[in-house]
């Protein structure tokens, strides 16, 4: 599974049914799941986003679906990292030429 960092503010009309937001946000954790994904991690913040979600997901194709469907509900905008391990890391400097 590949893990994922969504860095997300919420749009006017977000913020506006913001009391909302954990049914939206429950909706969303079972729209992932459903997808093969998982949300392992997540915050509200307070900077330049409003939240913070790690997740996992099978790969860039159901993630980027799945982003591209909450961006269609019109509550939050995203702006996602794609993330290494520190495995992955390792190895990736350890191939460096």
Known sequence: MATYIALC???DRGAQQVKDSPRRFDAAKKLLRDMGGDIKQFYLTMG??????????????????????????GNVRTRTLKAFPESAYREIVASLS
Do not use: S, Y
Request: aromatic share 10%; glycine share 4%.
């Open 9 to 11: 503010n919420w749009t």
């Open 48 to 73: 330049d986003f409003d939240l913070v979600a790690v997740a996992e997901a099978p790969d860039d194709a159901v993630m980027a679906r799945f982003l591209m469907q909450l961006g269609m509900l």
